[in-house]
């Protein structure tokens, strides 16, 4: 058996997939924090379940920056979970590297997502973030849909972190939508009880009239 089993038949799709494609099933090894093993994840799977599912890339373990992002996602987490979704951060590190990361680095001690590892970048460059001289992947964020849709593809310069209260806002406006989906989402919408907007003839050049920021 190999040692990784991390795979999509990548070179079958379009590189790299856009928003509105579908992400192929793709096979990720992993660490999983709580259990304290390795294991292998599927994103069919998922699909299956009727999960969203949130990918968060990050360009390494034991640096700085992917710390504080990873600790941040972490507090979030119990709420994605009750929202349907999986979140999984991925990096080009070795599922080893991952293990020895979240047992060391005392922010990363209440992770509980599965830590995916794609260490030949075949993923990353999948979703067009892989820098291949260096060997790591960007600062990504891809929500995907129960249908396997790309709903968000976000890409950040590595020294620059992620808001994830804006990640979790943003996710809650894609299950929102997806309950309405005859309406849009504004600028700073936050939560059910915020109004939506309805796209159509009578709102063109009039959305002061009914909707106030």
Same mark, same amino acid.
């Given at each position: 058996m ?6 999509c038949?990548c ?20 660490y999983?924090?709580i259990?304290?093993?390795?294991g ?8 299956e379940?009727?999960?969203?599912v949130?990918?968060v890339?990050?360009?390494g373990d034991?640096t700085f920056v992917c ?6 996602l972490a507090?979030?987490?119990?709420r ?5 979704a ?5 990096s ?6 991952h293990?020895?990361?979240q047992?060391d680095e005392k ?7 599965p830590m995916?590892a ?6 990353a !460059? *999948?979703?067009?973030?892989?820098? #291949?001289?260096?060997g790591y &992947? ?6 995907i849909?129960? /249908? ?5 593809s976000e890409?950040h ?6 808001n994830?209260? !804006? *990640?979790?806002?943003?996710?809650? #406006?894609?299950?929102?939508? &997806?309950?309405?989906?005859d309406?849009a989402?504004?600028? /700073?919408?936050?939560?059910?009880n915020d109004?939506?907007l309805?796209?159509?003839a009578?709102l063109v050049g009039k959305?002061s009239?009914t909707?106030?920021?």
């Amino acid at each position: 058996m190999s040692e990784h089993q991390n795979g999509c038949n990548c070179e079958d799709y379009q590189m790299p997939l856009q928003v509105g494609d579908i992400v192929p099933d793709i096979r990720m090894d992993y660490y999983d924090p709580i259990k304290k093993d390795f294991g292998t994840l599927s994103l069919g799977e998922l699909r299956e379940q009727g999960k969203y599912v949130i990918l968060v890339f990050y360009p390494g373990d034991f640096t700085f920056v992917c710390t504080t992002e990873l600790t941040a996602l972490a507090e979030q987490y119990d709420r994605y979970k009750a929202l349907g979704a999986e979140v999984i951060s991925v990096s080009c590190d070795t599922k080893f590297v991952h293990l020895a990361w979240q047992r060391d680095e005392k922010h990363l001690h209440g992770v509980k997502f599965p830590m995916a590892a794609d260490p030949t970048g075949e993923i990353a !460059e *999948l979703f067009g973030i892989y820098v #291949a001289d260096k060997g790591y &992947a960007r600062r990504g964020t891809f929500i995907i849909n129960p /249908k396997g849709e790309l709903l968000v593809s976000e890409i950040h310069i590595d020294f620059l972190g992620r808001n994830m209260e !804006e *990640l979790m806002r943003r996710f809650k #406006a894609i299950l929102m939508i &997806a309950k309405n989906p005859d309406k849009a989402c504004p600028s /700073k919408w936050k939560d059910e009880n915020d109004p939506l907007l309805k796209p159509g003839a009578d709102l063109v050049g009039k959305v002061s009239d009914t909707y106030n920021q």
